[in-house]
């Protein structure tokens, strides 16, 4: 498939997504959900890949959302760009450099690690263009925030700037746009040198574990640990560890 809004790219163990449209701030249309869900497909069916950096293509937009232009005339809500996020099975790091609004906040909300520039604004607009969010955002942002600070940015659609995002959680680090991808890279390759299906089983707990009662969390975990003990990169890692060498894991 021929990418129009994405930029896809290959980078070792690392898959690089980056959002191509500045010249419309980065908003989603439908051609981008297309071409995301592709991706997505196409990084789950990549055994060679570990770890996934979704970011945008300038310096004023991670994304304003959703393109209104595109969307104000359908019926049928605009397509998700959350859920094929939200299925990747290996880790997801977004570098936010710049405004994540709307759907564009959504969409950083399905990535498992968010890191943003300083610059960056965030808000859930939503409410005061007579409707609510479709992609997420209901669910996964009291999740993260808790629920006091999820219904206050939701109610009012107020932005709220990088500091504040991460006092409250929404964000994992603030950092300056040189800094950035220097720093998702990094955090991207140490994730990628570690054992796969650990990655993978980590995640998996963590995520499906927030659905569960704490039994059912605890039951699942060891589950996936028992599951660890079928694999070559466990043995590995227990052998390097004895031996006092760095492990070669295989992703088997």
């Known amino acids: 498939m021929r990418y129009e809004t994405l930029l896809y790219r290959k980078a070792e163990a690392v898959r690089l997504i980056s959002i191509n449209r500045?010249?419309?701030?980065?908003?989603?249309?439908?051609r981008l959900a297309e071409e995301l869900a592709d991706v997505c497909a196409d990084v789950?069916?990549?055994?060679?890949?570990?770890?996934?950096?979704?970011?945008?293509?300038?310096?004023?937009?991670?994304?304003?959302?959703?393109?209104?232009?595109?969307f104000s005339l359908q019926i049928a809500k605009?397509?998700?760009?959350?859920?094929?996020?939200?299925?990747?099975?290996?880790?997801?790091?977004v570098a936010i450099n710049g405004d994540a609004l709307g759907q564009g906040l959504e969409l950083a909300l399905a990535c498992d690690l968010r890191i943003a520039v300083e610059t960056a604004r965030f808000a859930l607009n939503h409410v005061a263009l007579g409707f609510i969010p479709w992609d997420g955002a209901t669910q996964r942002l009291p999740r993260l925030v808790g629920r006091?600070?999820?219904?206050e940015m939701l109610l009012t659609g107020q932005h709220?700037?990088?500091?504040?995002?991460?006092?409250?959680?929404?964000?994992?680090?603030?950092?300056?746009?040189?800094?950035?991808?220097?720093?998702?890279m990094d955090m991207a390759q140490a994730i990628a040198a570690k054992?796969?299906?650990a990655v993978k089983y980590a995640k998996e707990a963590i995520c499906k574990g927030l659905d569960l009662t704490l039994e059912q969390g605890l039951r699942l975990e060891a589950d996936l640990y028992c599951l660890l003990h079928t694999?070559?990169?466990?043995?590995?890692?227990?052998?390097?560890?004895?031996?006092?060498?760095?492990?070669?894991?295989?992703?088997?």
């Open 22 to 30: 500045p010249e419309a701030d980065n908003a989603i249309n439908m």
């Open 44 to 70: 789950n069916r990549d055994e060679m890949a570990r770890v996934v950096i979704i970011t945008g293509v300038g310096e004023k937009a991670f994304s304003v959302g959703a393109d209104l232009k595109e």
């Open 78 to 93: 605009p397509p998700s760009v959350a859920a094929p996020v939200a299925s990747l099975t290996i880790p997801v790091i």
């Open 148 to 151: 006091a600070k999820a219904m």
């Open 160 to 184: 709220i700037d990088a500091t504040e995002a991460y006092h409250i959680g929404l964000i994992h680090r603030v950092v300056s746009r040189e800094e950035l991808m220097p720093l998702v």
């Open 195 to 197: 054992a796969l299906f």
């Open 231 to 252: 694999t070559e990169d466990r043995t590995e890692g227990i052998r390097a560890f004895l031996e006092k060498r760095p492990p070669k894991f295989q992703g088997k």
